[in-house]
């Protein structure tokens, strides 16, 4: 977790900007909708979570809480590419690459490498409990550089979740080179989608071939196979900017968008094996999810619904970057000491309020800090005047 996966700030929102507690309240729903599915799949006697098709329909609700992890990418697409929307449509200005990479590093890798080092003191000891799986000592360095899903030794080990955070930063390398590309198109909307419908159709048709070969979790798992996801928030960003919904088409946004993520869920829920329907799922995967959220994102933008700037939620949203990178390990933890409730509920009831107090923490004592160390510092040429829109 834009991350997002968390990011808390974005080159779109200049230093000293007011936070949005509605995008925050987003931010809390994506991390605690994985928290979730994560309290629900640590407290089965097998760890498996293609098994809930076959269990309960209270089972195969908590599996598809997965789909906050598509939310966390469509608002990654959609925050940080909206500078470039703005430098093109508006009057806003490029993003500087040192200033650009140099918020992107403060944002998300010293907590990261906290996180990794906090895995390895709760889990090492832990190894062959249900789970718990670890990598060799010698491959942990791969994690610091975020190349975890470049290797079968690696992926998916130690705190699972972190696969996430090599998309994510995957992305952030490419991002600079469409936000160029995007400088350079036609200023107007329908120039400005090219980049993100190019990125989709690009995703889609990866998808696609995957779809035709054996299952491989790398390729399954890699920037290729998300893009879909943030290239949906970059049209999104592309298509609200300026504008700002009526009453009724707020309303749409919030009903249709809704709508879409849980149609998804069931159909990914009810889809049996060999079907047809599954066959078309490993192709398209959580696209209308995905348009779902971005929906919901922009409507969090641009006529923020009250209940997602509540208090409670975006005091969460603070801390989700740091709640989604300790919950795992937390909930290994606990369960390996026999104090996890082995039920969904029990574990959130217990699991929760360890995971948001190192949330906490994390924000207080090394995200703040960085996040505006990273803002002020004019290393390599870092938060410098912007470079204006090409002509």
């Not at 899903?149 to 991002?175: C, G, H, K, Q």
């Not at 989700?320 to 574990?347: E, I």
């Amino acid at each position: 977790m834009p991350i997002r996966l968390g990011a808390v700030s974005s080159p779109a929102q200049p230093a000293g900007a007011r936070r949005s507690a509605a995008l925050d309240g987003l931010r809390a729903l994506a991390a605690l909708t994985v928290f979730g599915f994560h309290a629900w799949l640590y407290t089965r006697s097998t760890v498996d979570a293609s098994a809930a098709r076959d269990a309960s329909l209270g089972d195969q609700i908590a599996a598809e809480l997965r789909i906050g992890l598509v939310l966390f990418f469509v608002l990654s697409g959609f925050l940080l590419f909206r500078p470039w929307v703005a430098a093109r449509l508006g009057a806003g200005l490029a993003p500087r690459p040192a200033t650009y990479a140099a918020h992107r590093i403060g944002r998300i890798v010293p907590a990261y490498w906290l996180a990794i080092v906090g895995s390895v003191a709760l889990l090492w000891p832990l190894e062959g409990e249900p789970g718990v799986r670890l990598p060799l000592s010698e491959d942990l360095p791969l994690f610091f550089v975020f190349g975890q899903n470049f290797s079968r030794d690696t992926i998916m080990r130690l705190d699972p979740p972190m696969w996430t955070l090599a998309v994510e930063a995957s992305f952030y390398l490419v991002l600079p080179l469409l936000g160029w590309v995007a400088l350079r198109v036609a200023r107007t909307r329908i120039g400005q989608s090219i980049v993100p419908i190019s990125a989709l159709a690009l995703g889609v048709a990866f998808n696609v071939w995957l779809a035709q070969r054996a299952p491989s979790i790398m390729l399954g798992k890699s920037l290729l196979a998300m893009l879909p996801y943030f290239a949906i928030g970059m049209l999104a960003a592309v298509l609200v900017y300026g504008r700002t919904p009526g009453r009724r088409a707020a309303a749409l946004l919030a009903i249709g968008g809704l709508a879409l993520v849980l149609l998804d869920g069931w159909l990914h829920a009810r889809a049996a094996p060999g079907t047809q329907l599954a066959h078309v799922l490993k192709s398209v995967r959580d696209l209308p999810a995905a348009v779902g959220c971005a929906a919901i994102v922009a409507l969090a933008t641009t006529r923020p619904p009250r209940v997602l700037a509540a208090r409670p939620l975006a005091a969460a949203g603070l801390v989700s970057y740091g709640l989604y990178l300790w919950h795992v390990p937390v909930l290994l933890w606990l369960r390996a000491h026999g104090l996890l409730p082995q039920h969904t509920w029990g574990a959130v009831l217990v699991g929760l309020p360890v995971s948001l107090a190192l949330a906490a923490l994390s924000w207080r004592l090394v995200e703040r800090p960085a996040i505006a160390w990273c803002r002020r510092t004019h290393l390599f040429g870092a938060n410098r005047p912007a470079t204006p829109p090409a002509t």
